[in-house]
Nanobody, 122 residues
Framework: QVQLVESGGGLVQAGGSLRLSCAAS????????VAWFRQAPGKEREFVAR????????NSADSVKGRFTISRDNAKNTVYLQMHNLTAEDTAVYYC???????????????WGQGTQVTVSS
């Protein structure tokens, strides 16, 4: 079992930055792939970025490439999402998820956090 808790969301002006954190507890977190997803009002939950267990492989959605960076610190059981140059279109609840598959699909992740709200004002 892995428990995930997101933090770092908030209200930011367009063009600003935020860093989200996903703190994990439970067994063998360092063996899990971790991803960030987001869900805007009235829309489906969508993939944002994912990172392999070692941090050596990352992948991100085209909509955030060059602006968002995913990283992890296994010693701290934490995964981060650094977000720059935010726009109103980035407004959503952001979720972190953990699983054993290196995938962009929601179905590949077994554990989910409760989410953290990011609101970008234009």
């Amino acid at each position: 079992q892995v428990q995930l808790v997101e933090s770092g969301g908030g209200l930011v002006q367009a063009g600003g930055s935020l860093r989200l954190s996903c703190a994990a507890s439970g067994r063998a977190f360092s063996t899990y792939v971790v991803a960030w997803f987001r869900q805007a009002p009235g829309k489906e939950r969508e993939f944002v970025a994912r990172i392999s267990w070692s941090g050596g492989s990352t992948n991100s959605a085209d909509s955030v490439k060059g602006r968002f960076t995913i990283s992890r610190d296994n010693a701290k059981n934490t995964v981060y999402l650094q977000m720059h140059n935010l726009t109103a279109e980035d407004t959503a609840v952001y979720y972190c998820a953990a699983g054993l598959q290196l995938t962009r699909s929601r179905s590949g992740y077994d554990y989910w956090g409760q989410g953290t709200q990011v609101t970008v004002s234009s």
